[in-house]
């Protein structure tokens, strides 16, 4: 049964991503001792817990939730557990964290291509989100600067394709417009 406050068209793991990305980053911060990357990234895994607390209300399917949300407090209770006791060397435990925080975050900036080659077939750009372009953009390039500042790659590297995904996914709305998909025929000439 689908209700107007139900929860059911909404994606779950972008939340769940997001927030152990939050976490990977928070950690990284805390590493390198910079209040830029924990206060944001803090606040980053407020929200998201929230998120995932109010989408878990809104579910249908509550056990598939928690399910997704205990393995990723696994994974992340095995991460850190690697990071924290497994690796006892500082620098050689940043540079394994923020290697792996990077990979991460290249793959969350990436998978909004997954559509790719849906929106090229069906001309639409309907599974795209514009706002949520707008906002990768401004984001990545704002990490991109900030890690330029810092000359920290580990922050530079993972956030330029942040910045190529969104003039991508710019060049896609506006190659398939949604003035094209409101007249999907051309008009007769008289």
Wanted: glycine share 4%.
């Amino acid at each position: 049964m689908v209700t107007a406050s139900s929860a059911v068209d909404i994606q779950f793991l972008p939340f769940l991503t997001t927030a152990i990305n939050n976490c990977g980053w928070l950690y990284y911060g805390q590493l390198k001792g910079d209040w830029t990357l924990m206060t944001v990234n803090w606040i980053g895994v407020s929200l998201q817990v929230c998120y995932i607390l109010a989408y878990l209300y809104f579910s249908n399917e509550k056990f598939q939730v928690m399910t997704k949300v205990v393995l990723a407090g696994a994974i992340l209770g095995t991460v850190y557990y690697y990071f924290a006791l497994m690796v006892s060397d500082a620098e050689l435990r940043l540079h394994q964290l923020g290697f792996l925080c990077s990979a991460f975050t290249i793959s969350m900036y990436l998978s909004p291509l997954a559509d790719l080659a849906k929106i090229v077939r069906t001309r639409s750009t309907k599974c795209l989100s514009f706002p949520l372009t707008v906002a990768t953009l401004l984001t990545s390039t704002s990490w991109t600067l900030y890690g330029a500042h810092l000359t920290d790659p580990y922050i530079v590297i993972p956030n330029v394709p942040g910045i190529l995904t969104s003039l991508v996914r710019f060049w896609l709305f506006w190659r398939f417009s949604p003035v094209q998909e409101k007249f999907p025929f051309r008009p007769v000439q008289a």
